[in-house]
């Protein structure tokens, strides 16, 4: 077997520090999770953390930019060659029951951004972060629900609907709706009501 170069090693470190800092995050929460926890369960000493990290704040940032990209990324996969409509909305009722129930990403967003705020570091790039995702999933689900008509909604709302009822959390605890069942009662009657405004 090879032995993994400087540059694979430190790849390797920064990837295990990232998956603990995820799973410490959501255990113990912002304040909870120290970068002591964070390096000790993924197996480093606190200087390791520093050599690829500079902050607890860096590695959450880090984290929640990699989640935002791999859900359009993966929206956009699951949709790639998918043309009807009413197979749209399933495909993306789905994938919202199954992100939601990790209900590890909407945890640590909300605590990062409420800690930023209160702290006043709360910068462009934590906003752009999910302004950006928000606005690319938007224009992916109208792309695909309503290509060609005016969707009567921005992409930046339509994609914060979707993801803040996928990632908000509260619905997972309660013994109604789903955020995916949810999701295909907006999604569906976003359609219908364009549908009805193109026929007039």
């Known amino acids: 077997m090879a032995r993994l170069t400087r540059e694979q090693k430190q790849a390797l470190t920064r990837e295990k520090l990232l998956l603990s800092a995820l799973d410490v995050v ?8 120290s970068v002591e926890r964070i390096a000790e369960e993924a197996g480093f000493s606190k200087g390791a953390f520093y050599s690829n990290f500079s902050s607890k704040e860096e590695i959450l940032l880090e ?36 992100r939601a129930s990790e209900q590890k990403w909407g945890i640590i967003a909300i605590e990062f951004m409420r800690r930023a705020q209160r702290d006043g570091t709360l910068s462009d790039r934590h ?47 309660l013994k109604a709706n789903t955020p995916g069942q949810m999701i295909r009662h907006v999604l569906n009657a976003l359609r219908n009501s364009v549908h009805v405004t193109h026929s007039r």
Do not use: M
């Open 26 to 33: 959501a255990r113990d929460g912002y304040d909870g999770a």
């Open 63 to 98: 984290l929640l930019e990699g989640n935002a990209g791999h859900d359009v990324e993966e929206l956009s996969e699951l949709l790639r060659e998918v043309t009807d409509p009413d197979e749209v909305i399933d495909i993306v009722a789905r994938w919202c029951d199954s």
């Open 127 to 173: 906003r752009q972060l999910f302004v950006s995702q928000w606005e690319q999933a938007g224009a992916l689900l109208q792309s695909k629900l309503l290509p060609g008509r005016e969707p009567g909604i921005s992409a930046l709302d339509l994609g914060g609907i979707v993801l803040e009822l996928t990632y908000g959390g509260i619905s997972t605890f």
